[in-house]
């Protein structure tokens, strides 16, 4: 517990330091967002029936933009090899990363999100759904994400790698994030794919830090 | 167990079983075919069309059911660390992916005439699909470390996580799906009769002789290729 | 920052490790005890970096038992770490913390004392570079933070990679007394090096005695 507290602490601390970093996720979002606004056009309709799918998936390209950097700067200056030796658990140093993960970008996509949302015509019933879902499937991001990007510590291709390897596991969090604005955009608003996306959470939370632990000790040895 | 994971008695084992294998399996290819493709009776809605399906439902069947051996060997390997075991994942990884692929390639075949357009995002065809990409992923994560073994380890733990989440996937296409269902035709509903179950199961018992066969084949490969490993690092210490 | 610390043994027995498909070291056989020094020597890749990364269970073996008092470490590796510092060829020092911070992070981490923190940055002249961001440190001066953090966070065992690489003769000293002290508290130290004798008093063990043996074993394996 003191251990998590620590390197939480110390990794806000960075990302504080070095705020270029979540500048250039939301910058990523945003931008993603302008072009898929140049390629269906202009129309606020075709925009406004695109707008739940839109956002979801540009944020979750965003969030995948990050993860690489989340253990590979450790790992390169040799502070992985000393936090294995801590006396920490090591499922909890990625528990401890992946939360300062989420507080750095997942919180910068949820606050940019509502933005982006607008600019793509998302009809205002639509909101408290955009927000809830992202903030019940970001979590669940950050957590995979982060057994990805311990899997490919050390590898030659690091990010087109961490791509292919996340992007089918994120497949069911895109479905239910962006099937939960689907239904408020309709009106035919159900509580199935929160309580889904409540699940996977539950479940990333405690698959994946074991998962996360196994694949760093992997890559210190 | 543990003597099955020495190399050397395995491959005594695996290369008694390939004559058998190859056999059953050309076997079932040349008693199979014609009957799947020529003597069975057309279905009354799709006509001809449905032979498609003798190369299609084995190879999704056999896309999923190589994917658990793949994630059974790599468990094996990461519990007990029998190289064995994971010599068999990463020789059944390819052999998957082509299934899967042969699988999707005929999915699209078949979808022209039945729903008059290549490619739908039907709720088993997008499973396979994704299965196709894990597939992709453990592949690329098995070849990008230098060290050959960590590239292993790596891979053997992504078999563990995706089979862990391709039942969410399945499950998440299927609702997703349900939620579509205005714009999309399933294949459900298509009943199978008596006359086609017969070729069926000859095809999936030719498709699962074939994956043992070149199972062996490529375990032999992966075994040369380790001691040709072993020797030229030997051969770099002492020069 | 100075401990006294209970007598202890740590112990390798018929170690063997295999890196990249290849073995690196077989048999080997090492023990030290409560105030003694060990001294790794050999050529550059000859398996000392690997040995110590082995010692501290960072790096798996392929055969033999690793034990601390008898007792098997890699029955909970969590508890071997709290026991041993490790400084290895990376210094583990974020450009965007000054070394105070970089410190305290550590200190933080493994529950030792802050009040070691000033003690550990006197005794290798760091003092007035407290307040500086990593970045702007030099290797030397990044190293000598490194061996900071080994001798302040309070483990008995210390694992050091070439601790005399980059050090200029007044930092060699400054590392001469701390472990010397370290050594006389009761501490344990284990060190890669090729030539200096910082501690006269070490036994030595030439890692190179144990390739032939790996190169013999990994050959009967082959055939």
Redesign the interface.
């Known amino acids: 517990m003191r251990s998590f507290a620590a390197i939480l602490r110390r990794d806000l601390m960075l990302a504080v330091r070095n705020q270029g970093e979540m500048l250039m996720v939301v910058g990523f979002f945003a931008i993603a967002a302008t072009l898929f606004a140049f390629g269906v056009g202009p129309e606020a309709n075709v925009q406004s029936r695109m707008s739940s799918g839109v956002v979801w998936t540009m944020a979750l390209l965003a969030a995948l933009l990050s993860l690489e950097r989340m253990f590979a700067l450790d790992f390169e200056d040799g502070t992985l090899d000393q936090l294995m030796l801590s006396g920490a658990e090591p499922a909890a140093v990625v528990l401890a990363k992946t939360l300062a993960h989420w507080l750095t970008t997942g919180v910068a996509l949820l606050i940019a999100a509502p933005a982006v949302a607008l600019s793509f015509q998302l009809p205002s019933q639509a909101y408290g759904a955009l927000m809830l879902s992202l903030l019940l499937g970001t979590p669940t991001l950050s957590l995979l994400g982060a057994v990805g990007a311990a899997l490919v510590l050390g590898s030659r291709r690091g990010g087109v790698l961490l791509s292919l390897l996340l992007l089918p596991l994120y497949s069911p969090v895109l479905i239910f994030g962006a099937a939960a604005v689907e239904g408020a955009i309709l009106g035919i608003a159900t509580t199935t794919p929160y309580a889904v996306l409540g699940g996977l959470l539950i479940l990333a939370l405690t698959l994946c830090p074991w998962a996360g632990a196994v694949a760093l000790r992997h890559a210190v040895e | 167990m543990h003597k099955f994971a020495n190399p050397t008695f395995f491959m005594k084992i695996a290369n008694a079983v390939f004559p058998w294998a190859a056999g059953l399996s050309v076997l079932c290819f040349i008693v199979g075919l014609p009957i799947a493709l020529v003597t069975s009776p057309p279905d009354y809605q799709q006509g001809e069309t449905v032979r498609i399906m003798y190369v299609h439902v084995p190879a999704a069947w056999m896309g999923s059911m190589v994917y658990a051996v793949m994630a059974a060997s790599s468990a094996v390997y990461l519990i007990w660390r029998h190289t064995v075991a994971h010599i068999i994942a990463r020789a059944s990884a390819p052999i998957g992916a082509m299934f899967t692929g042969l699988c999707l390639v005929t999915g699209m075949l078949w979808g022209e005439p039945m729903w008059g357009t290549w490619w739908v995002w039907d709720a088993r065809l997008t499973s396979m699909l994704i299965l196709f990409f894990l597939y992709l992923g453990y592949i690329a994560l098995g070849d990008a470390f230098e060290d050959q073994e960590r590239g292993d380890r790596a891979a053997a733990l992504l078999a563990l996580v995706g089979s862990v989440n391709l039942p969410i996937v399945h499950f998440s296409v299927e609702w997703w799906n349900t939620l579509h269902q205005s714009s999309i035709l399933s294949m459900q509903g298509f009943s199978i009769s008596t006359e086609m179950v017969v070729p069926l199961l000859l095809m999936v018992g030719a498709f699962q002789f074939y994956y043992v066969a070149v199972l062996v084949i490529r375990l032999r490969a992966e075994l040369l290729a380790a001691k040709i490993r072993t020797a030229r690092f030997n051969l770099a210490a002492t020069g | 920052m100075d401990h006294v610390f209970a007598a202890a043994a740590f112990a390798g027995t018929d170690l063997s490790c295999?890196?990249?498909?290849?073995l690196v070291f077989a048999g080997l056989n090492f023990g030290i005890n409560s105030g003694e020094a060990l001294v790794l020597r050999g050529p550059n890749g000859s398996g000392k970096t690997t040995l110590l990364r082995l010692m501290?269970?960072?790096?798996?073996k392929s055969s033999g038992v690793l034990t601390w008092d008898g007792a098997d470490v890699h029955d909970d590796l969590?508890?071997h770490?709290?026991r041993?510092?490790?400084a290895?060829?990376?210094?583990?020092?974020?450009p965007?913390?000054s070394v105070r911070?970089n410190l305290a992070?550590?200190a933080?981490?493994?529950?030792s004392s802050l009040t070691d923190i000033d003690k550990a940055l006197k005794a290798f002249s760091l003092s007035h570079l407290a307040d500086l961001p990593g970045r702007v440190l030099s290797a030397g001066q990044r190293h000598r933070v490194a061996l900071a953090?080994v001798a302040m966070n309070g483990a008995q065992l210390w694992l050091l990679d070439e601790p005399t690489n980059t050090l200029d003769d007044a930092a060699l000293s400054a590392l001469q007394g701390v472990l010397q002290r370290h050594l006389q508290n009761g501490g344990m130290v284990v060190m890669a090096s090729h030539g200096d004798t910082l501690l006269p008093q070490a036994k030595t063990l030439d890692v190179r005695a144990f390739?032939a043996k790996a190169?013999t074993a990994?050959?009967e394996s082959?055939a």
């Not at chain 3, 295999?18 to 290849?22: F, L, N």
């Open positions: 295999r890196r990249g498909g290849r501290a269970g960072l790096a798996r969590p508890l770490g709290s041993l510092a490790f290895g060829h990376l210094d583990a020092v974020k965007a913390l911070e992070f550590w933080d981490v493994r529950g953090r390739i190169r990994d050959l082959a």
